[in-house]
């Protein structure tokens, strides 16, 4: 594609207007990762060599979902490169390991939250850090007394901590009631399989939206779900990441309305 063209394609995610008032602290809007090549010349320019990735979503979004550490820790140095590249306003969450999710299935893993903890350290330290997300497998039916255990142990964490549940079990009072208790949000998780009640549980709100395609007037519904949660507190909401940049620029424009507004 010649270099103009190129240009003119990824000009509807120029870089958003600067926020004002209670949004500029409140509203972190991005996607489940950002290392995708595919995403040129859509959402990445085109002549724009994969290291700067992070550093370019950077302008266009505010937080990204790291869904990296789902398998594996970062390392220090990988830390300080990703905080280096992006500014103080910038936030990343972090997807919690496979091992605590579904292997030991949130039984006896208090080693493996104090690795966790200790491995995003640097970023707690930056105070860039968002939350953690625990995304349960989709056989896990609910289980209140384990949710619990695992809470209480996990407090020492001393990171914010949102729930995916994947099985309709565990949508009810009880486990609502328990992630109250530990100030633990409900991530409002949908897909085209499933769609998670918007019960507030903490003082922060967790969303990931999860379908390939997004109407106008969805995405306008988005967008006022995603204003009323930003006037009671912070809000973390992530598209989507595809082969196609899609869930980027979804995401841009989302922020880019709420940011005008």
Not at 120 to 146: C, E, H, I, T, Y
Not at 187 to 198: F, G, H, Q
Request: charged share 25%.
């Amino acid at each position: 594609m010649p270099e103009k063209a190129a240009e003119r394609k990824i000009s509807r995610v120029a870089e958003p207007p600067e926020v004002t008032g209670d949004l500029r602290n409140r509203a972190f809007i991005g996607t489940s990762g950002w290392a995708y090549s595919s995403w040129k010349p859509g959402f990445f320019p085109e002549a724009l060599p994969q290291p700067k990735f992070l550093e370019y979503y950077a302008t266009q979004l505010n937080s990204v979902e790291v869904n990296y550490t789902f398998r594996q820790l970062p390392t220090e140095s990988m830390l300080t490169g990703w905080l280096a590249a992006t500014g103080a306003g910038f936030r990343f969450s972090f997807k919690a390991p496979k091992r605590i999710t579904h292997i030991l299935r949130l039984r006896d893993c208090a080693d493996t939250v104090a690795a966790l903890s200790c491995a995003l350290a640097p970023v707690v330290a930056a105070g860039r850090m968002g939350m953690v997300l625990f995304q349960l497998s989709p056989n896990f039916k609910a289980d209140v007394p384990r949710l619990e255990s695992f809470l209480l142990d996990a407090e020492a964490c001393g990171v914010r901590m949102a729930f995916e549940f994947r099985h309709g079990t565990w949508f009810c009072d009880e486990v609502f009631a328990v992630l109250r208790r530990h100030s633990v949000a409900l991530c409002v998780a949908e897909s085209e399989a499933l769609e998670t009640p918007d019960v507030v549980t903490a003082s922060f709100a967790s969303y990931r939206f999860r379908k390939s395609k997004y109407s106008r007037a969805q995405l306008k519904a988005i967008e006022n779900v995603l204003r009323q949660r930003s006037a009671e507190g912070e809000v973390f909401a992530y598209f989507k990441h595809e082969v196609e940049p899609t869930g980027a620029i979804y995401a841009v424009e989302t922020l880019r309305r709420l940011r005008h507004a």
